[in-house]
């Protein structure tokens, strides 16, 4: 396993996506353990975009709870259907948040949070998880972001 991700700092975001899931994968390979999968995947994105906030919340029972991040404390527990997290998990689908206040029912964990993008994770129909991206700047994420992120946790699927 490596033991230092290479992050080549002059690349555009798209380029910098394409030089890092391939060391996600790789740091992933071969580890069965999902919370040392999901903690390694959100500090390799955190170090590689410095993004505000990057974390997990894990479908269990109703409710969404708080799993492996990197970041300041957030909320434990969000409700099916609620906030960004809550409704990307009961839509199935990314939501891309360029400015959280405009989001009806976004869940406010950090005042410092301005835009987010939720990934749900997928297995055999279901959602199991979401991945929560949160940034301190306006409008941050984009397509690029969201396919990136996408094709991460359609991976991440057979972690679970
Ligand atoms: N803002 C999220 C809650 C999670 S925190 O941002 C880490 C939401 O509205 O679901």
Redesign the pocket.
């Known amino acids: 396993m490596a033991e230092e991700l290479l992050l080549d700092t002059t690349l555009t975001k798209a380029e910098k996506y394409r030089q890092l899931l391939p060391q996600i994968e790789a740091l992933t390979t071969g580890e069965p353990d999902l919370v040392a999968n999901l903690a390694n995947t959100a500090a390799a994105l955190r170090q590689a975009f410095g993004f505000f906030?990057v974390?997990f919340y894990l479908v269990k029972n109703d409710e969404l709870v708080l799993g492996p991040f990197q970041g300041p404390i957030?909320?434990t527990r969000?409700r099916h259907g609620k906030?960004?997290?809550?409704s990307s998990w009961a839509l199935a689908k990314t939501l891309l948040v360029p400015d959280?206040e405009q989001f009806p029912g976004?869940?406010?964990?950090s005042s410092e949070?301005k835009s987010?993008i939720?990934v749900p994770i997928v297995q055999d129909g279901q959602v199991v998880a979401v991945l929560?991206v949160?940034s301190d700047l306006l409008n941050d994420f984009d397509h690029d972001d969201q396919a990136a992120l996408e094709q991460l946790m359609l991976a991440a699927a057979r972690w679970f």
């Open positions: 906030w974390g957030a909320c969000i906030g960004v997290c809550g959280v976004h869940i406010a964990c949070s987010e939720v929560d949160d």
